[in-house]
């Protein structure tokens, strides 16, 4: 193994700073089997029988470039692949920076001599569930491509091979995710038009995926990436106090409003009793937490917390237990509905005492009791943030966020509120 040739890029931790000390993210292992026995097209049936990697390697032999190749080096021991900058990865495409590590591998930046431009490649890590969970990323994005006669706002995908035991998908290359954007800009909030375009843009490509009966169940503002990276300066007013000419009281605004939704690794298509954990903790649903069984509208709450995290700069729900978040959604939402508990699974059932939820008796600390109470209502909480269209935000939201799935807006009912009528948008 010729080590000397191995750029060594520290590890990028995808988690976000919070206010309390938590545990980590509670993300569940992906799903990976759950497509087997579906009909997904081809790509099913490799991930079913174990034939990956036979298939793959024989399609795409003949794209490994022979002369040029790096060195063999082996994967590090999580499976990741090693690489040096300016590396070659096959003979189209040579690596030109690292923009990012997730569970799932690493993302590149790496220049298509074909196209003459740049593109990210997701380089899958070299395990088993990961390789079957990428091809099932690919033919969602497949049909969500064959599909999307343009607006739909879903990521492009534009090639995929299997390269030294890793799948390799090929996307358009985008600008920041807006949860990196948030990050970048000292957790400011987004101006309220902005929060409008880029709201009815998110919910377009959710009622695009839900029509093709496609639940995409990770939605976050780590996977909506703004298609550009450029931005302007404003004055943050709300930090007026002090000298303009300090830039700490400037926030980022973007130039244009355009994202695109990206990570289709755990989407599933519609089926009778989905009760597995789904969603990145902040924006799961409350139905999945009790265990109620999920479908198209986990989505549409996610999409409501990421609004609420646009138009505030942090995340609705800060916490890393199951009693604390339905806590915290009674706080800002008010009770959960008494049939929805008398519903929950075994699981979700110590959450329940006497019909209600069984708080503060069954807090884990006063911290966390405090952690509860310092939230503010909806309402509240919005109108602090937002100087114009809060009315109607407000009432968007009440529809987003309803506790029982059943009387949740849809998507495309989303649309056609009156907080994305044509007078509202910035001209």
């Given at each position: 193994?010729?080590?000397?040739?191995?750029?060594?890029?520290?590890?990028?931790?995808?988690?976000r700073?919070?206010?309390?000390?938590?545990?980590?993210?509670?993300?569940?292992?992906?799903?990976?089997g759950?497509?087997?026995?579906?009909?997904?097209?081809?790509?099913?049936?490799?991930?079913?029988s174990?034939?990956?990697?036979?298939?793959t390697?024989?399609l795409?032999?003949?794209?490994?470039a022979?002369?040029?190749?790096?060195?063999?080096r082996?994967?590090?021991?999580?499976?990741?692949?090693?690489?040096a900058?300016g590396?070659n990865?096959?003979?189209?495409?040579?690596i030109?920076s690292?923009?990012?590590?997730?569970?799932?591998?690493?993302?590149?930046e790496?220049?298509?001599?074909?196209?003459?431009?740049?593109?990210?490649?997701?380089?899958?890590r070299?395990?088993?569930?990961?390789?079957?969970?990428?091809?099932?990323e690919?033919?969602?994005?497949?049909q969500?491509?064959?599909?999307?006669?343009?607006?739909?706002?879903?990521?492009?995908?534009?090639?995929w091979?299997?390269?030294?035991?890793?799948?390799?998908?090929?996307f358009?290359?985008?600008?920041?995710?807006?949860y990196?954007?948030?990050?970048?800009?000292?957790?400011?909030?987004?101006?309220?038009?902005?929060?409008?375009?880029?709201?009815?843009?998110?919910?377009e490509?959710?009622?695009f995926?839900?029509d093709?009966?496609?639940?995409?169940?990770?939605?976050?503002?780590?996977?909506?990436?703004?298609?550009?990276?450029?931005?302007?300066?404003?004055?943050?007013?709300?930090?007026?106090?002090?000298?303009?000419?300090?830039?700490?009281?400037?926030?980022?605004v973007?130039?244009?409003?355009?994202?695109?939704?990206?990570?289709?690794?755990?989407?599933?298509?519609?089926?009778?009793?989905?009760?597995?954990?789904?969603?990145?903790?902040?924006?799961?649903?409350?139905e999945?937490?009790?265990?109620?069984?999920?479908?198209?509208p986990?989505?549409?709450?996610?999409?409501?917390?990421i609004?609420?995290?646009?138009?505030?700069?942090?995340?609705?729900?800060?916490?890393?237990?199951?009693?604390?978040?339905?806590?915290m959604?009674e706080?800002?939402?008010?009770?959960?509905?008494?049939?929805?508990?008398?519903?929950?699974?075994?699981?979700?059932e110590?959450?329940?005492r006497?019909?209600?939820l069984?708080?503060p008796?069954?807090s884990?600390?006063r911290?966390?009791?405090?952690?509860?109470?310092?939230?503010?209502?909806?309402?509240?909480?919005?109108?602090?943030?937002?100087?114009?269209?809060?009315?109607?935000?407000?009432?968007?939201l009440?529809?987003?966020l309803?506790?029982?799935?059943?009387?949740?807006?849809?998507?495309?009912?989303?649309?056609?509120?009156?907080?994305?009528?044509?007078d509202?948008?910035?001209?």
């Amino acid at each position: 193994m010729e080590m000397e040739h191995v750029t060594i890029i520290p590890i990028t931790h995808l988690d976000r700073p919070r206010k309390r000390a938590r545990l980590g993210w509670d993300v569940p292992q992906a799903q990976v089997g759950i497509f087997c026995g579906q009909e997904v097209g081809n790509v099913a049936s490799y991930a079913s029988s174990g034939a990956i990697s036979d298939h793959t390697s024989s399609l795409f032999v003949k794209g490994v470039a022979r002369n040029g190749s790096p060195p063999w080096r082996e994967d590090d021991k999580d499976g990741h692949y090693m690489f040096a900058l300016g590396d070659n990865l096959t003979s189209r495409y040579k690596i030109h920076s690292k923009m990012g590590e997730g569970t799932f591998g690493q993302v590149l930046e790496c220049w298509d001599r074909e196209r003459k431009e740049m593109v990210a490649i997701k380089i899958v890590r070299g395990i088993k569930k990961y390789r079957e969970a990428a091809m099932i990323e690919i033919e969602v994005l497949q049909q969500l491509g064959k599909h999307d006669k343009g607006g739909n706002h879903c990521v492009e995908i534009r090639n995929w091979f299997d390269y030294r035991n890793h799948i390799c998908i090929v996307f358009e290359k985008l600008g920041p995710s807006l949860y990196d954007f948030l990050r970048k800009n000292n957790y400011r909030s987004f101006p309220i038009d902005l929060v409008r375009e880029i709201g009815r843009q998110l919910l377009e490509c959710v009622a695009f995926m839900h029509d093709l009966h496609m639940i995409h169940t990770d939605l976050k503002p780590e996977n909506i990436l703004l298609v550009s990276s450029e931005y302007v300066k404003v004055s943050d007013y709300k930090n007026s106090s002090r000298s303009p000419k300090d830039s700490f009281y400037y926030k980022r605004v973007p130039k244009s409003s355009a994202i695109k939704v990206i990570d289709f690794g755990s989407t599933t298509y519609e089926r009778l009793d989905q009760n597995y954990i789904v969603s990145t903790r902040h924006y799961r649903a409350p139905e999945v937490i009790l265990g109620l069984g999920w479908s198209y509208p986990c989505d549409v709450w996610s999409v409501g917390c990421i609004l609420v995290e646009l138009c505030t700069g942090e995340a609705l729900f800060q916490t890393h237990e199951n009693l604390e978040h339905l806590a915290m959604m009674e706080r800002v939402l008010g009770p959960i509905p008494q049939h929805m508990l008398k519903r929950v699974d075994r699981h979700a059932e110590k959450y329940v005492r006497r019909g209600r939820l069984d708080w503060p008796g069954g807090s884990a600390s006063r911290e966390s009791i405090k952690a509860v109470l310092k939230l503010l209502r909806l309402q509240n909480l919005i109108m602090q943030h937002v100087d114009h269209s809060a009315g109607d935000l407000i009432n968007l939201l009440q529809g987003l966020l309803r506790y029982d799935p059943l009387d949740r807006l849809t998507a495309r009912e989303a649309l056609i509120h009156p907080f994305f009528a044509k007078d509202h948008l910035r001209r």
